[in-house]
Nanobody, 122 residues
C-alpha cells in the first residue's frame, strides 16, 4: 500500500484548498488526515470509515475541514476553507486495515502513512 498526498501549496489567508491522497492497493476501512506545524506535534484532523463514509473530526477542526473518499478513484480528500497562517503545516494522510476508526486514533496506530504535502498560508 502506498499513500501519496498532493494538492498542497502556498495560498493566501481566506483561501480554500483541496488536498488529495492517492491510496494504491488499499482496500481497508479507515483513513485519516493529520498535520504537523513547525515546532509542534502532529495532530489529527479527521478520520473516515471508507465503507460507510462516517466521519469524525477533531474538535478544533470542525467547520472548516471536510474529509471524504472517492471509492472509484481510491482517493482520500481534505477540503480546507477559510485558511489562516495557523493552518500552515505539512499535511499527511494515513490508512488502517482494521480496528477503531476515529479522529482520536493516533498517527502510529495507522498501518500506512504518507509522506505529506506542505501547505503554507500567508
Amino acid at each position: 500500500v502506498q499513500l501519496v498526498e498532493s494538492g498542497g501549496g502556498s495560498v493566501q489567508t481566506g483561501d480554500s484548498l483541496r488536498l488529495s491522497c492517492s491510496a494504491s492497493d488499499y482496500s481497508g476501512h479507515c483513513m485519516g488526515w493529520f498535520r504537523q506545524a513547525p515546532g509542534k506535534e502532529r495532530e489529527a484532523i479527521a478520520a473516515i470509515y471508507t465503507e460507510t463514509h462516517s466521519t469524525n473530526y477533531a474538535n478544533s477542526m470542525t467547520g472548516r475541514f471536510t474529509i471524504s473518499k472517492d471509492h472509484v478513484k481510491n482517493t482520500l480528500y481534505l477540503i480546507m476553507n477559510s485558511l489562516t497562517p495557523e493552518d500552515t503545516a505539512v499535511y499527511y494522510c494515513a490508512a488502517k486495515d482494521y480496528g477503531f476508526c476515529s479522529d482520536s486514533v493516533g498517527w502510529t496506530d495507522y498501518h500506512y502513512r504518507g509522506q505529506g504535502t506542505q501547505v503554507t498560508v500567508s
